[in-house]
C-alpha cells in the first residue's frame, strides 16, 4: 500500500471532490451560466498589461542566460530590487541577503518551516486558517496549535495566543488579509501579540518567528493598508507570493523576506536556501523572476473586486446572512444558518450555488464565498442565494 | 535553534561550499580565462531556438489564460501531448491520466516518494548515485539502501541488488545515463533486474516500483538509445525535466509519466497529485508547460557535448585518468590517483581546476568533471591536468 496517511487524505477529501464533481455535473445540466460556482480562490482577471509588457520585452529581446540555473535563492539583480521594494515599503534596512525567490508562496512557507523546526515544536496558527498550514507544519516536522479569532470580529485574541505559547513553540503564522474571512487585523492587535511574545519569550527563554503569509496585502479596499509586519516584528519573516497581486497563480513565483533583526538570519537564510534545494523546489523560475522584480509596484485593478464585494455584501446582508465586510482579499465568511456547514452546502447545491465550507478553514458553522467571479454570475446568482436563504430565516 | 539536522548538513556541506569559494577567489585573482570550472552539472548552452520560437509566439498571442491555475496535474492537453509522445516512443497505450506535469526532476521525485512511501520503508539506490535521493528519501520518511554498481564499468550489479532486496523496498532508483558516471544501463542489465524483482516481489509478497530519472535521456552519442523502462518494468514510474534536454533548468518544468500497469495506478496518480498540492508544488509552471508540449521533439545540440568529451576524455586518458567512456549525459568520473579524492580535488585547486569528489556521490576514489563547459575552457585546461598528472603519475 503506498503512503498510508496520504491515501487516508484522499479519502477525507473526497467530500469536497464529489461536491466539485456535483458542480461539474450541474453544469452540464442546467449550462455553465446557471450554476454559480463560489468555491475558488482564483484570480479571475488576467495579469495587468504592465506585467505582459515585460514579459514580451524579455522574450523578444534574445537576451542569453534567461532560462538557466541561478544560485538556489534567486538572482541576485532581482532579490536586490525586491529588497529596496520592501525597505521603501517599511523603512526597515534590507538587502538582496534577506530576499529568497520562491516558487510561489506554499514553496515559501514549506521552505520557512522545513529551515526552523525540530521534531514536535509546535507553530501557532490563527482559526479561520488555510487547512493546508497544518500539512506544511506536520511535513517539517512540526506540531500544529490552533488558536480561535474573537467570534464575529475574526481578530486576533491575544489573551488566547498568550495561553497558547509554550517551552516548545517556535513560530506563529499570521495572514492577513485573511483567507477565509477576508480580515485585516489591526496594528493595534498585532503590537499587542507583539509585547505577548516579548514577554512569553523571555519566560521560556525561547524565540518565536513571526511568519507573515501575505499573498493578499495587495488587496484591500475602502483606503485600509495592511500594517508591515516588519514594523512590528524583528523575529519576522514575510512569505508571498504574486498569484493574486499580478494574477500570476500558474507560474508559481514569489519571495520570502528575512527580517535583518531576526534571531541568527544569516543562519536561517543558509537554512532556507538550503531547504529550498531539497525539498526540490531548486529556484524560483527565471523567467518570471525577471518579470515580476520590474512589476513590483504594479497590482490587478482591485476596484473591481470591490464592486463585487459590496454588491454580493450587500445582498447577503439583506438576505439575512450574518457576515463581517472584509476588508482585503476576495472571500466572504458569513455565519451559516445553521450549524452544519457541510449540510448547508450540499443544501444551497440544490439551489446550483457551489460554496466552501467553514469546517475546511477549522472555523464549522460559517461558510467561504469567493467573489473572484465574474460580475454576471454575482447578479445572477442572487435570486437563487435567495431562494437558500427562504429555507432557513 | 533551527532544524538541527539541517544546519548539520550546511557544516557538513561547508567542504564543498569552501572549494567553491576558493574557486571565486581564483577567478578573481587569475582572471575567469585561468580558471578551469568543471564543478557544475548546468547546461552551458542556450535552448534551441524552437523553444524560444515557440515562447515567443505564446507571449506576443494575447491568448487569455496563460498563467492562471489548472489542475494540480497540469493542462489536460500538455498532459495528453507528453503522453502522445511516450506512447509512440515505448508503444506503452498512455494518455493524460497517466501523466502528472512537476517543477522539473527534483519536485518529480519528491512527489513520487511522498506519495509511495510509509515510515521506514526502502528504496534502492544505485551508487555512484546523485547524493540528493538520500535526502529526498528521508524526507518522504523512507530509509536509503545503497547498493554499489559493478567496480569500474559501473554496470548494475544484478545479483548485489538482489541480495539487497528485503520484505521491506518499497522501489528502486534508477538513473541512466547516469550523473555522475555518464553510463547507460544495458537493456540485458535492466531486463534482468526486472527477473530478479519479479521474484522477489513474489518471495516476499511486495511491489517494488522502479522509479525512472530520466533528465539525460536525451543526451546520449555514439549512436546509443537508452532502453525504454517502461518496455522492461510494468510497475514503474518516469520522472524527468527538460533543464538538460532543452536547457532550461532555471525554468523548473518537467513531468511524471506513470505506467498504465503499474500496481494500482490510478491510486498512484491521485496520491501524487495531492502530494504535488501538498508538498507546496501546486503545479508546474504554467507558460512553459504549453511552451514545452510544443517541443517535445526538440533537443539541444549533443554533437557540441559529444566533441567536448572526446577531446577531454583523449587528454585525460593520455594523461594516464583510468575513466569510463560515457555513452551519455556530460560527466566524466575517472579514478582518481590516489583513494582520498577529497585531498586531490584540493591538489587539483593549486592549478586552478575545480571538481567534484566522487564522495559526494558514494564513490570515493573518484572525481567528476563536468564537460559542459566552454570548449575553449576545456582546451585551456589541458596543460593544467598535465601539470596535476605529473604529480602522480
Request: one cysteine or more; a negative charge; proline letters at 5%.
Amino acid at each position: 500500500m503506498f503512503n498510508k496517511k496520504l491515501v487516508e487524505g484522499l479519502g477525507k477529501s473526497s467530500m469536497i471532490r464529489a461536491m466539485f464533481e456535483e458542480g461539474a455535473r450541474l453544469k452540464k445540466i442546467y449550462g455553465d451560466d446557471k450554476v454559480y460556482d463560489f468555491s475558488l480562490g482564483n484570480p479571475e482577471v488576467e495579469p495587468p498589461a504592465e506585467v505582459i509588457d515585460t514579459l514580451k520585452k524579455y522574450v523578444n529581446s534574445g537576451e542569453q542566460g534567461l532560462h538557466k540555473y541561478m544560485n538556489n535563492a534567486g538572482f541576485p539583480d532581482v532579490r536586490q530590487k525586491v529588497a529596496a521594494y520592501l525597505q521603501e515599503k517599511s523603512g526597515v534596512s534590507l538587502d538582496e541577503n534577506n530576499i529568497i525567490m520562491v516558487c510561489g508562496a506554499a514553496a515559501g512557507l514549506n521552505v520557512t518551516l522545513k529551515a526552523l523546526l525540530n521534531p514536535g515544536e509546535e507553530v501557532m496558527v490563527l482559526a479561520p486558517f488555510f487547512v493546508e498550514y497544518g500539512t506544511y507544519i506536520g511535513q517539517a516536522g512540526g506540531e500544529t496549535v490552533i488558536v480561535n479569532t474573537i467570534k464575529d470580529s475574526f481578530q486576533i485574541d491575544v489573551d488566547a495566543v498568550e495561553k497558547a505559547i509554550t517551552d516548545k513553540t517556535k513560530a506563529i503564522i499570521i495572514n492577513s488579509p485573511n483567507n477565509p474571512t477576508g480580515v485585516v487585523y489591526s496594528e493595534k492587535t498585532l503590537r499587542e501579540v507583539a509585547e505577548v511574545i516579548h514577554r512569553k519569550e523571555k519566560e521560556y527563554n525561547i524565540n518565536i518567528l513571526v511568519i507573515s503569509d501575505e499573498p493578499y496585502t495587495q488587496l484591500v479596499y475602502d483606503g485600509v493598508t495592511v500594517p508591515s509586519v516588519f514594523n512590528t516584528f524583528k523575529n519576522s519573516v514575510i512569505v508571498t507570493s504574486f498569484s493574486k497581486s499580478l494574477a500570476l497563480p500558474g507560474e508559481r513565483i514569489g519571495y520570502i523576506a528575512i527580517h535583518p533583526d531576526a534571531e541568527d538570519s544569516d543562519l536561517l537564510v543558509d537554512g532556507m536556501i538550503l531547504s529550498n534545494r531539497i525539498l526540490g523546489f531548486v529556484n524560483a523560475p527565471s523567467l518570471f523572476q525577471k518579470v515580476i522584480a520590474e512589476c513590483l509596484e504594479e497590482k490587478i485593478n482591485t476596484e473591481l473586486y470591490r464592486e463585487r464585494r459590496d454588491f454580493l455584501y450587500n445582498h447577503l446582508i439583506d438576505l439575512g446572512f450574518p457576515c463581517i465586510k472584509p476588508k482585503g482579499a476576495f472571500y466572504l465568511f458569513p455565519k451559516a444558518p445553521i450549524e452544519d456547514d457541510i449540510k448547508f452546502v450540499n443544501r444551497a447545491l440544490k439551489y446550483n450555488i457551489l460554496l466552501v465550507p467553514g469546517t475546511g478553514f477549522g472555523c464549522p458553522g460559517h461558510i467561504r464565498i469567493s467573489y473572484s467571479v465574474d460580475m454576471s454570475v454575482i447578479r445572477r446568482s442572487i435570486p437563487a442565494f435567495r431562494a437558500l436563504a427562504k429555507e432557513f430565516y
